[in-house]
Protein backbone atom coordinates (compact mmCIF):
# COMPACT_ATOMS: atom_id res chain seq x y z
CA UNK A 1 0.00 0.00 0.00
CA UNK A 2 1.66 3.42 -0.84
CA UNK A 3 0.11 6.09 0.83
CA UNK A 4 0.67 9.86 -0.88
CA UNK A 5 -0.37 13.25 0.99
CA UNK A 6 -0.06 16.39 -1.16
CA UNK A 7 0.40 19.97 0.14
CA UNK A 8 -2.30 21.83 0.26
CA UNK A 9 -3.42 24.46 -2.15
CA UNK A 10 -3.54 27.94 -1.01
CA UNK A 11 -4.50 31.27 -2.42
CA UNK A 12 -5.34 34.62 -0.75
CA UNK A 13 -8.01 37.13 -1.84
CA UNK A 14 -7.32 39.74 -3.19
CA UNK A 15 -3.78 39.68 -4.74
CA UNK A 16 -2.31 42.01 -4.24
CA UNK A 17 -3.44 43.49 -1.29
CA UNK A 18 -2.85 47.27 -1.10
CA UNK A 19 -3.60 48.66 1.78
CA UNK A 20 -2.72 52.44 3.49
CA UNK A 21 -1.29 53.36 6.83
CA UNK A 22 -3.87 53.39 9.50
CA UNK A 23 -6.31 51.24 7.79
CA UNK A 24 -7.72 47.36 8.01
CA UNK A 25 -8.23 44.89 5.16
CA UNK A 26 -9.81 41.84 4.64
CA UNK A 27 -7.74 39.07 3.12
CA UNK A 28 -8.96 36.07 2.38
CA UNK A 29 -7.53 32.26 2.38
CA UNK A 30 -8.52 29.60 -0.21
CA UNK A 31 -8.43 26.28 -0.72
CA UNK A 32 -10.13 24.51 -3.74
CA UNK A 33 -13.48 22.38 -2.91
CA UNK A 34 -11.68 19.56 -3.91
CA UNK A 35 -9.83 19.89 -0.34
CA UNK A 36 -12.64 20.86 1.97
CA UNK A 37 -12.66 17.25 3.44
CA UNK A 38 -10.62 18.15 6.61
CA UNK A 39 -10.31 21.15 8.29
CA UNK A 40 -6.75 22.56 7.64
CA UNK A 41 -4.40 24.86 10.19
CA UNK A 42 -2.99 27.97 8.62
CA UNK A 43 -0.80 29.90 10.82
CA UNK A 44 0.19 33.64 9.24
CA UNK A 45 3.13 35.49 9.30
CA UNK A 46 4.16 39.42 8.36
CA UNK A 47 7.26 38.97 7.44
CA UNK A 48 7.26 42.79 7.26
CA UNK A 49 6.18 43.45 11.17
CA UNK A 50 7.10 47.50 10.52
CA UNK A 51 4.99 47.94 7.93
CA UNK A 52 1.85 45.73 8.51
CA UNK A 53 -0.08 43.49 11.45
CA UNK A 54 -1.68 40.32 10.65
CA UNK A 55 -4.34 39.40 13.36
CA UNK A 56 -5.62 36.28 13.88
CA UNK A 57 -2.08 34.66 13.51
CA UNK A 58 -3.77 31.90 13.17
CA UNK A 59 -7.21 30.32 11.82
CA UNK A 60 -8.79 27.00 10.93
CA UNK A 61 -10.36 26.29 7.69
CA UNK A 62 -13.20 24.06 9.15
CA UNK A 63 -14.30 20.62 7.20
CA UNK A 64 -16.56 21.25 4.03
CA UNK A 65 -15.60 24.75 4.18
CA UNK A 66 -12.99 26.47 1.26
CA UNK A 67 -11.96 29.65 3.30
CA UNK A 68 -10.80 31.54 6.18
CA UNK A 69 -10.46 35.09 6.91
CA UNK A 70 -7.76 37.54 8.55
CA UNK A 71 -7.10 41.31 9.24
CA UNK A 72 -3.96 42.98 7.52
CA UNK A 73 -3.70 46.28 9.23
CA UNK A 74 -1.36 49.36 7.46
CA UNK A 75 1.30 50.41 9.79
CA UNK A 76 3.85 52.14 8.05
CA UNK A 77 3.96 52.84 4.18
CA UNK A 78 6.30 49.75 1.87
CA UNK A 79 5.69 46.36 0.28
CA UNK A 80 5.93 43.37 2.31
CA UNK A 81 5.10 39.88 2.42
CA UNK A 82 1.86 37.78 4.28
CA UNK A 83 2.94 34.05 4.66
CA UNK A 84 0.31 31.40 5.24
CA UNK A 85 2.10 28.28 6.86
CA UNK A 86 0.24 24.94 7.10
CA UNK A 87 2.82 22.06 7.66
CA UNK A 88 5.36 22.44 5.59
CA UNK A 89 3.31 24.49 2.82
CA UNK A 90 4.12 28.01 2.65
CA UNK A 91 2.49 30.06 0.19
CA UNK A 92 2.65 34.08 -0.03
CA UNK A 93 0.94 36.98 -0.81
CA UNK A 94 2.41 41.12 -1.62
CA UNK A 95 1.18 43.59 0.63
CA UNK A 96 1.66 47.12 -0.67
CA UNK A 97 1.26 49.88 2.14
CA UNK A 98 0.46 53.74 0.91
CA UNK A 99 0.86 56.74 2.96
CA UNK A 100 -2.74 58.14 3.74
CA UNK A 101 -4.31 60.94 2.34
CA UNK A 102 -4.58 63.75 4.74
CA UNK A 103 -6.11 67.25 4.53
CA UNK A 104 -6.11 69.99 6.40
CA UNK A 105 -8.54 72.87 7.08
CA UNK A 106 -8.39 75.45 7.47
CA UNK A 107 -5.45 75.33 4.69
CA UNK A 108 -3.58 77.92 4.54
CA UNK A 109 -3.79 78.67 8.27
CA UNK A 110 -3.70 82.48 9.26
CA UNK A 111 -3.08 82.90 12.86
CA UNK A 112 -2.23 86.09 14.77
CA UNK A 113 0.02 86.31 17.99
CA UNK A 114 -1.67 85.41 20.82
CA UNK A 115 -4.61 83.62 18.96
CA UNK A 116 -6.03 80.03 18.96
CA UNK A 117 -6.86 78.02 16.29
CA UNK A 118 -7.76 74.70 15.52
CA UNK A 119 -6.60 72.73 12.60
CA UNK A 120 -8.33 69.49 11.32
CA UNK A 121 -6.90 66.77 9.87
CA UNK A 122 -9.12 64.51 7.85
CA UNK A 123 -8.81 61.21 5.74
CA UNK A 124 -11.04 59.18 3.21
CA UNK A 125 -13.72 57.00 5.12
CA UNK A 126 -11.99 54.43 2.75
CA UNK A 127 -8.83 54.25 5.13
CA UNK A 128 -10.25 54.61 8.47
CA UNK A 129 -10.57 51.34 9.44
CA UNK A 130 -7.73 51.44 11.92
CA UNK A 131 -6.46 53.89 14.06
CA UNK A 132 -3.92 56.29 12.47
CA UNK A 133 -1.36 58.36 14.52
CA UNK A 134 -0.11 60.99 13.05
CA UNK A 135 3.56 62.66 13.92
CA UNK A 136 2.81 66.66 14.41
CA UNK A 137 5.47 69.05 14.34
CA UNK A 138 6.92 73.20 13.51
CA UNK A 139 9.17 74.16 11.17
CA UNK A 140 8.93 77.52 12.45
CA UNK A 141 9.17 77.35 16.66
CA UNK A 142 9.47 81.36 17.19
CA UNK A 143 6.21 81.96 14.76
CA UNK A 144 3.75 78.82 16.25
CA UNK A 145 3.54 75.75 18.52
CA UNK A 146 1.23 73.46 18.36
CA UNK A 147 0.11 71.77 21.59
CA UNK A 148 0.55 67.92 20.86
CA UNK A 149 2.87 66.67 19.13
CA UNK A 150 1.21 63.61 18.07
CA UNK A 151 -2.33 63.03 17.57
CA UNK A 152 -4.63 59.66 16.83
CA UNK A 153 -7.24 59.47 14.72
CA UNK A 154 -9.23 56.29 15.93
CA UNK A 155 -10.51 53.41 13.94
CA UNK A 156 -13.65 54.30 12.04
CA UNK A 157 -13.21 58.25 12.22
CA UNK A 158 -12.32 60.57 9.59
CA UNK A 159 -10.69 63.33 11.45
CA UNK A 160 -9.14 64.85 14.62
CA UNK A 161 -8.28 68.04 15.58
CA UNK A 162 -5.25 70.13 17.36
CA UNK A 163 -4.23 73.57 17.97
CA UNK A 164 -2.15 76.30 16.79
CA UNK A 165 -0.90 79.15 19.12
CA UNK A 166 -0.14 82.29 17.43
CA UNK A 167 3.46 83.19 19.62
CA UNK A 168 5.38 85.94 16.96
CA UNK A 169 5.21 87.50 13.65
Do not use: K
Request: hydrophobic share 40%; glycine share 8%; charged share 10%.
Amino acid sequence: LSVIVDDPTLSFLPTPLSNTVGDARTVTIVRPVSESGNALDIVLSSLAPDLFSVEPGSVTIPAGSISADVIVSGLASGSGILQASSGSYNTNLQVIVADPLLTFTPSPLTNLVGEIRTVTIRRPVSQSGDSLTIALSTLSVNTFVIETTTLTIPAGQVSGNFRVYGVSS
